[in-house]
């Protein structure tokens, strides 16, 4: 795989060597491990061999956690979703790293965090007001549609004479529905005046067992919302939810027929292939989508805000912030420094290129990342990468997070099971809220309720700090 | 000097020590496998026999709490998921196993009546067994791609696009099947082994003497090899019985339990209760549920084995 080449606009130095240690570093397998391939020639310059341990994307809580409760010592750099950061760190298995960050010189230690976008410092890094993790992935979600078909005049002309109303992107989730119908055609039928060689669909969704969720809280959270009240009532099932979920089942109808089994990989294929007009994805997918290598739409899509809900008069919209990645050191490390050191490289020091090239899937997540465009060379031009900055920018700023306390795990699989059943028609909207009500509330009661109500009203005011709720 | 020859030397030890020696050497002899025994079978059946009364939950950092019988009230009471999970393994195991029962006795017979090809055929056949359940999962997923899969391209050939980019995994009606045919695709050649080896151990002068009472081949079949190889195939059943309530290799590749749940097994279920949620005793207390039915189910099994072999000698 070919490195980024090195931008040096983040200025940073070389620790004194360390004596030839060996730090293990776990994540998720593919190309979000890259950047270790990519500076692989840095490490040994700082007296450090890097050995990274893949773990499938789905196995990496288990894999960390296990090691962690077995006190195995296996991991000295672990990579995880930030959901779980409140589980790791108050259960002791990571490193504060408040100290490490202010040792000196600044160029070797600091990472900068006053630079890291505020959702991503205060949700992702911090846990009872102690910094245990790094940034190296700002995931949110963004609209990403087929500009060449919104802007096909034989398309608005259509469009128009059926709706009674202009071609534009999606601005509501009633509007999702009407594009996606609009867009589903059948093999034969003409699309942007072209005859269609297969099968063509308005719209695609997460639909697959994992984050299905994820995708319903992007038409949930606009109604302003929180998953739990201040005593741990669930209001995931008001009457916003439902209808919600109502429209995430209905958008099935314009989608392809295997959608159900559509994670993220499929998601993005569908886009990239066209076969679909529109999708919410991470952040990450435009950069692919603008890489000829990986994609037959190449200067044919744009981006906008994920699509809201009208409520008093105005749209309001709200992007999940599914997964993400940090990274952290093993309280069980036996080289702390030098494993703080690889964490703070990969999250700080080579941050931009590993942001900006297509060859990971990390996305931006401080302000140095946004002020730089010519680094996002897959974009046809400075100009379009500017575009697409300010469209991340927008998703951030609607940005909603995920539940972050312990027992993260076992809330966003009930919430998931029960959304992916109503995908699946087993159950309607309010059958698999109301299940995911009880569920949540039984969970809660396993895990301590007042210990869980503790720790909601912490992650409130992590919410609040990040500006995410009022 | 005093000699010692012949009798004199085996000449009686004194009583103590004789006894302490009799004692002593078979127990150090055994010691070595009853310890191995106890660490890796006895230790970790009591100890999860224990978490099954116990409240642990490794999220929360608490430590582990005595709640009776909570976990097991819990499961039959409270969570349509476990009911859920059992209920597709139940009919994993019942069509499941059943369709690789007659398919590999099928097979069998046919196989039977090979000359020199049989030991080539059956090499071949026995490939799917061969194969890590988990790239099985793998290989299927691809096989059943909704686009690119070669199930729809055939499918779509041979219907003249008629039948076109069926989503086999994704839709819940037939997602189960989906699963159910790729284990019937792995296991199909191991009942074909099992009972191959019992046609071939049935004796010549058996079937010649049908053949000399003219019986029809459907007639001996039926009343000479079956009962004889009964005993056979109720072993070859049980063991793909006992491995079905296991079945989670092929359901975490192909659907991880999806649409909905209605994919999701006992064997997938109890992981995720154990390495998703960490909750340490209600997973005790499926896994002991399940061993609970297994061993039901083996006993009916083994005990219907016996009066068939019994039968059978009478």
Known sequence: ?470 | METKVGRDVLAPQPARLVARGFRLTPVLMVLPAVVVLLAITVFPLVFTLRLTVMSWELTTGFPPQFVRLQNFARAFFQDPRFWNAMMNTGILAVVGVGLQTLIGMGLALELHQLGRLRTFVLSLLLIPVMIAPVIAGFQFRMIYNDQFGPLNYLLDRFTGGRFHGYAWLADPRVALGAVMFTDVWQWTPFMTLVVLAGLQAIPAELLEAAEVDGATGPQTLRRVMLPLLLPVIVIGVLVRFMDTFKLFDIVYQLTAGGPGNVTETIAYYTYLEGFKFFSLGYTSALAFIQLAVITVVAQVFLRYQKRVRAGMAT
């Open chain 1, 1 to 470: 795989m070919q490195a980024p080449r090195e931008l040096h606009v983040i200025k940073w130095d070389f620790p004194p060597k360390f004596g030839n240690v060996t730090v293990n570093v776990v994540g998720d397998a593919g190309h979000n491990l890259a950047p270790y391939e990519f500076w692989k020639d840095h490490f040994p310059k700082a007296g450090i061999t890097i050995k990274i341990i893949e773990v499938p994307f789905e196995g990496v809580y288990e894999k960390e956690k296990t090691e962690f409760v077995a006190g195995s010592g296996a991991f000295d750099v672990v990579t995880f979703y930030p959901a779980y950061v409140g589980d790791f760190a108050s259960n002791g298995y990571l490193e504060p790293l408040d100290e490490y960050m202010k040792k000196q010189p600044d160029s070797v230690w600091n990472p900068r965090q006053e630079d890291v976008l505020p959702p991503f410092r205060e949700l992702y890094n911090k846990w009872a007001g102690k910094t245990y993790a790094l940034t190296i992935d700002g995931d949110a979600h963004l609209l990403i549609y087929r500009k060449d078909l919104f802007t096909n005049a034989a398309e608005k002309a259509a469009f128009k004479a059926k709706y009674g109303k202009e071609l534009m992107p999606p601005e509501t989730w009633e509007d999702w529905l009407q594009i996606g119908a609009f867009f589903t055609r059948k093999k034969g039928e003409k699309l942007a005046g072209q005859t269609l060689e297969r099968d063509f669909y308005g719209s695609a969704e997460f639909a697959k067992r994992g984050f299905s969720f994820a995708w319903f809280v992007d038409r949930w959270a606009a109604s302003g919302d929180l998953y739990f009240d201040e005593n741990m009532k669930p209001q995931i099932n008001s009457p916003a939810a439902v209808k919600a979920l109502q429209n995430f089942v209905d958008s099935l109808k314009n989608a392809p027929p295997d959608v159900r089994g559509y994670g993220y990989d499929e998601l993005r294929d569908a886009l990239l292939k066209g076969s679909v007009a529109m999708v919410v994805q991470w952040t990450d997918v435009p950069k692919k989508g603008a890489n000829p290598a990986e994609s037959q739409v190449v200067g044919k899509l744009d981006y906008g805000r994920v699509p809201g809900w009208r409520i008093g008069g105005k749209v309001v919209h709200r992007a999940m912030m599914p997964v993400g990645r940090v990274v952290a050191v093993a309280s069980s490390s036996k080289n702390k420094l030098a494993a703080y050191w690889v964490a703070k490289h990969i999250a700080y020091d080579m941050s931009l290129e590993d942001v900006s090239t297509a060859f990971t899937g990390l996305d931006v997540n401080r302000g140095v990342h946004f002020s730089h465009p010519e680094a996002y060379v897959d974009f046809k031009s400075k100009a379009e990468a500017a575009a697409y900055l300010d469209r991340v920018k927008e998703a951030l700023g609607d940005g909603y997070p995920e539940i972050f306390i312990p027992g993260a795990a076992q809330y966003e699989d009930a919430l998931d099971l029960h959304v992916n059943k109503a995908l699946a028609g087993q159950e309607t909207p309010k059958q698999a809220l109301d299940a995911v009500a009880q569920e949540w509330n039984a969970i809660t009661d396993r895990l301590g309720r007042q210990k869980q109500i503790d720790l909601w009203h912490q992650a409130l005011m992590s919410y609040k700090v990040a500006g995410l709720i009022k």
